[in-house]
């Protein structure tokens, strides 16, 4: 959601002329984009800003910096009143009127702070502009907010309550996006199995799912999907739409259904893997991934192997692990945990080492097979080595052909051969034509 933020402020600001630099030491207007979701963030943040006090002069002589997004919403005052070089803050709801902030502040000179964290609801407004970074892929919010109030997470706090687009705007953007070129779009939501609950009465992701597939877009993700609102009609909508991918994202978060209880996510590990045994039922070998949280204060050693156990049983290809975050003005953050920080970390390290080996292990199931790839350009490494993800999401890595060039392949789908299984990427030859 931050990523797509940041596309959507880069395309308002095109739209007043502005153009990108390098780097910030080059720029006129800079704007940080915060998340406050883990305390790792919010500390990167005070420390970024604070390093633009000494970056060199930009070209203007006049600096302009903007902090916007979760953090913002949540801390306004206090960015207002202690970070002297900020001359704007906007929070999650006022990406709207970012370009009139900047306007104000370049009018009031630089004395004045020009804020607009306002909790007001300004409704849906994702038909911003948006500059996307790659011409292939493209963010689509269907929804934004939260109505959950899991006991650890700031997000309903910062980001208010779940609003839905209408459904036949949903389809017209992804019908424009593929007509601009894109072959892959991602579906945008806290909780994308509510989508539509606030503007329907019911929820109506299946249909979404199915009518985007009718557009003609050949690859359809989405994240992120909670466990309770799952239901069976969106898990056959997955299994018949042709262009949704072969993959899920469904944050566990724990493995015992105690901790699962105190996080207030409202399924049971039974439900959990019910849950798993059906998705995989309706769409075999389907690539399942997570979220799990280490160190939710009062975690027993006995909660914890719960979530070893579960991981391994489900068999997730891949998993975001985090250590809990004390979020304060949440729930969970009134909880003391005398759990030692060493214990939480060797626990993390045990969790991630399982989660390593699950993933080493799918990837070998895709050696010898010949996987989709949509490419996305060189790799970091070495300009000769394309990259790309599979349906199921899988990091290919493959040699640039002789006699091709990697701008000629960048955003066309292509077969990769694989013949070599990392744990964190596949790897071989490319066969036949990109198309
Ligand atoms: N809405 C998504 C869902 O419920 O699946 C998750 C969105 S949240 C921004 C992304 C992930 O951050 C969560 O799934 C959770 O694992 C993690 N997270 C959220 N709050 C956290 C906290 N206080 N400490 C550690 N991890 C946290
Ligand atoms: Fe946070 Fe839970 Fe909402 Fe996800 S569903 S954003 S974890 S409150």
Not at 40 to 66: F, N
Not at 98 to 125: C, H, N, Q, T, Y
Not at 411 to 431: C, I, Q
Request: hydrophobic letters at 35%; one cysteine or more; glycine letters at 8%.
């Amino acid at each position: 959601m931050n990523l797509h933020d940041s596309e959507r402020v880069s395309g308002l600001l095109g739209l007043c002329g502005c153009i990108e630099v390098a780097s910030p030491d080059e720029a006129d207007i800079v704007v940080f984009m915060t998340c406050c979701v883990r305390e790792k963030a919010d500390t990167h943040l005070y420390g970024q800003v604070s390093a633009m006090v000494s970056a060199p002069e930009p070209p203007s002589g006049r600096r302009i910096v903007c902090v916007g997004g979760c953090i913002a919403q949540r801390d306004g005052a206090r960015i207002r009143e202690h970070m002297r070089n900020v001359d704007v803050v906007f929070g999650t709801r006022a990406l709207a009127s970012l370009p009139e902030l900047i306007a104000d502040a370049l009018e009031g000179g630089s004395k004045e702070v020009v804020a607009d964290v306002s909790e007001d609801d300004p409704g849906f407004s994702t038909d911003l502009p948006s500059r996307r970074e790659d011409a292939w892929h493209a963010w689509v919010p269907i929804m934004t907010g939260c109505n959950n109030f899991c006991s650890y997470c700031i997000v309903p706090y910062v980001r208010g309550r779940e609003r839905s687009r209408r459904l036949e705007d949903v389809v017209a953007e992804v019908d424009r996006l593929r007509a601009d070129g894109v072959r892959e779009v991602c579906l945008l939501g806290q909780n994308v199995n509510s989508y539509g609950r606030n503007v329907y009465g019911h929820p109506r992701f299946a249909e979404l799912l199915r009518a985007v597939g009718e557009t003609g877009i050949e690859r359809i993700r989405f994240t992120s999907s909670h466990p309770k609102d799952l239901s069976d009609e969106t898990i056959a909508a997955m299994a018949e739409t042709e262009a949704v991918m072969p993959q899920l994202h469904l944050a566990v978060q724990s493995g015992s259904t105690r901790v699962l209880k105190a996080m207030n996510r409202r399924y049971t590990r039974e439900d959990f893997l019910s849950l798993a045994s059906r998705i995989k039922h309706a769409m075999p070998g389907i690539a399942l991934s997570t979220d799990i949280i280490v160190g939710f204060p009062g975690e027993t050693e006995e909660d914890f192997e719960d979530t070893l156990s579960l991981v391994r049983e489900v068999g997730f290809s891949s998993a975001f692990t985090f250590i809990y975050s004390k979020r304060s003005g949440t729930p969970a953050a009134k909880v003391d945990d005398p759990t030692p920080r060493e214990v939480i970390q060797e626990r993390f390290d045990r969790l991630a080492e399982l989660v390593a080996t699950l993933a080493h292990d799918a990837n070998q199931e895709e050696l010898g097979r010949t996987v989709e790839v949509l490419v996305e350009g060189p790799s970091k490494r070495d300009d000769d080595i394309l990259v790309g993800h599979s349906r199921k999401n899988k990091t290919v890595h493959f040699p640039l052909p002789e006699g091709a060039s990697a701008e000629g392949l960048v955003g066309k789908l292509v077969d990769v051969r694989v013949d070599e299984a990392r744990t964190w990427y596949l790897r071989g030859p490319l066969v036949g034509d990109a198309r």
